[in-house]
């Protein structure tokens, strides 16, 4: 089911807004504050956004730059803002439509079934193409060997990419520094274990809260490491 993020600060619009979504099948959240709906939508996953622009805390405008500066999802901006330049404006910070209030809701529907279906065919099909590991906050794109930890990408080294690749795809599963050793750098770990505990702790510096009380790689003592679901 395709999930929706209303950002908007009028309840009685957001429910109405909502209602009609979840009549045609949609999974909908609402957020009435800019700053919390911008960190649900960034950290996430929301298949497309309703962003109204008049907003406490951070503005729709905002939020909509921050998205893009992200992700590609589909923003539909709402405004009872009439004016051209903010037409322009929105449009020009990425929302793929702006539409004014009042507006039918029936409208709303079917301009975000449009959106959806458009953006499926331009990279539903190269997305669906890719190898792609989720886990609680952290996305691995295996096949664009990129990271986002909580919707930011983070860069990682060649062997920092294979190894916590390696970690995720066997989760709760202990190896020892040997194994990794032997796994990702394909030989013999003799004298070069110490090359392991370095690589995990560049890792942890990327993807961990706090690097001493980590959430997903855990040392587990006189073993090896591993990584938690």
């Not at 070069?192 to 809260?209: F, L, M, N, S, Y």
């Not at 040392?219 to 938690?228: A, D, E, L």
Request: net charge negative.
């Amino acid at each position: 089911m395709s999930r929706i993020l209303i950002i908007e600060d009028e309840e009685s619009i957001a429910d109405l807004e909502k209602d009609y979504l979840e009549l045609s099948g949609f999974d909908v959240e609402i957020e009435n504050r800019g700053d919390v709906g911008l960190k649900r939508a960034l950290s996430e996953e929301f298949d497309l956004f309703i962003l109204d622009l008049m907003l406490p805390e951070i503005d729709g405008f905002e939020i909509c730059k921050e998205i893009r500066n992200h992700k590609n999802t589909p923003v539909i901006m709402v405004s009872a803002k009439k004016d051209d330049i903010d037409k322009i404006r929105g449009l020009g910070l990425g929302a793929d439509d702006y539409m004014t209030k009042p507006f039918s809701p029936s409208e709303l529907v079917a301009r975000v079934k449009a959106h959806m279906a458009r953006y499926d065919r331009l990279v539903g099909f190269s997305a669906a193409k890719n190898d792609v590991i989720e886990i609680r906050g952290i996305k691995i794109d295996k096949t664009a060997r990129r990271v986002w930890v909580n919707g930011e990408e983070k860069n990682f080294t060649t062997k920092e990419f294979d190894l916590l690749t390696f970690l995720a795809e066997n989760p709760n599963h202990v190896f020892t520094k040997e194994e990794l050793f032997r796994e990702i750098w394909d030989m013999e770990s003799i004298g070069d274990i110490a090359t392991v505990t370095v690589h995990i702790k560049k890792i942890r510096e990327k993807i961990e809260v706090n690097t001493a009380k980590p959430q997903y790689i855990e040392t587990i003592w006189g073993v090896g490491y591993r990584f938690k679901i």
